[in-house]
């Protein structure tokens, strides 16, 4: 997984290899805390928080820390979330999209002020996804689907991290793949 500098919540700069020196990081990259589906989503990952240590969550959204602070409190987790100023770390790895003009007026249309959320003017969205990446930056597990209402089980994910604690090291893939692989072995 390349490497990234970004703030946190509070805007203390954060980067991957930091994180990983101390454990594991699963990263959640979402569109933002007007997202139903994301809110669901960092629920859920801050419901799991205790069950996927030593492995730390990272939340990481486009969104300014004002937003990154929100989505967090109603989140309950303890995990921090990162902003990808201009999601420029999300478009670098081919994980962001630039909503067309008919889309960008139906999101506006609904109340919802993308820009502003990420403190610019351009209409660019993550794709959500979540990387469990080891402590050797190697990508372990993955989950990448650009329909943003199917996200990656978080059973599945503490699977997987259960999996590569015990040592089973897969080549990347879903967590349906890396489970269907060691049920065969």
Same mark, same amino acid.
């Given at each position: 997984?390349?490497?990234?500098?970004?703030?946190?919540?509070?805007? +203390?700069?954060?980067?991957?290899?930091?994180?990983?020196?101390?454990?594991?990081?699963?990263?959640?990259?979402? +569109?933002?805390?007007?997202?139903?589906?994301?809110?669901?989503?960092?629920?859920?990952?801050?419901?799991?928080?205790?069950?996927?240590?030593?492995?730390?969550?990272?939340?990481?959204?486009?969104?300014?820390?004002?937003?990154? +602070?929100?989505? +967090?409190?109603?989140?309950?987790? #303890?995990?921090?979330?990162?902003?990808?100023?201009?999601?420029?770390?999300?478009?670098?790895?081919?994980?962001?999209?630039?909503?067309?003009?008919?889309?960008?007026?139906?999101?506006?249309?609904?109340?919802?002020?993308?820009?502003?959320?990420?403190?610019?003017?351009?209409?660019?969205? $993550?794709? $959500?996804?979540?990387?469990?990446?080891?402590?050797?930056?190697?990508?372990?597990?993955?989950?990448?689907?650009?329909?943003?209402?199917?996200?990656?089980?978080?059973?599945?994910?503490?699977?997987?991290?259960?999996?590569?604690? #015990?040592?089973?090291?897969? $080549?990347?893939?879903?967590?349906?793949?890396?489970?269907?692989?060691?049920?065969?072995?």
């Amino acid at each position: 997984m390349p490497n990234f500098t970004m703030p946190n919540q509070d805007g +203390r700069l954060t980067s991957l290899d930091e994180l990983l020196v101390a454990a594991p990081v699963v990263l959640a990259f979402h +569109r933002g805390h007007w997202c139903p589906y994301c809110r669901l989503n960092m629920v859920g990952l801050a419901e799991i928080e205790d069950q996927v240590r030593p492995a730390q969550i990272i939340g990481i959204s486009a969104e300014v820390q004002h937003y990154s +602070r929100q989505i +967090r409190a109603e989140a309950g987790g #303890d995990f921090p979330i990162l902003t990808d100023v201009g999601a420029g770390y999300a478009l670098s790895i081919g994980l962001a999209i630039f909503v067309d003009e008919d889309m960008s007026r139906m999101i506006e249309g609904a109340g919802w002020d993308v820009p502003l959320y990420q403190g610019g003017t351009s209409w660019v969205l $993550p794709i $959500p996804a979540v990387f469990v990446v080891g402590q050797d930056g190697i990508i372990v597990t993955r989950h990448v689907d650009p329909d943003y209402r199917r996200r990656m089980d978080l059973d599945q994910l503490v699977r997987s991290l259960d999996q590569f604690r #015990d040592g089973v090291r897969s $080549p990347i893939g879903s967590a349906e793949e890396i489970e269907e692989r060691a049920s065969l072995a």
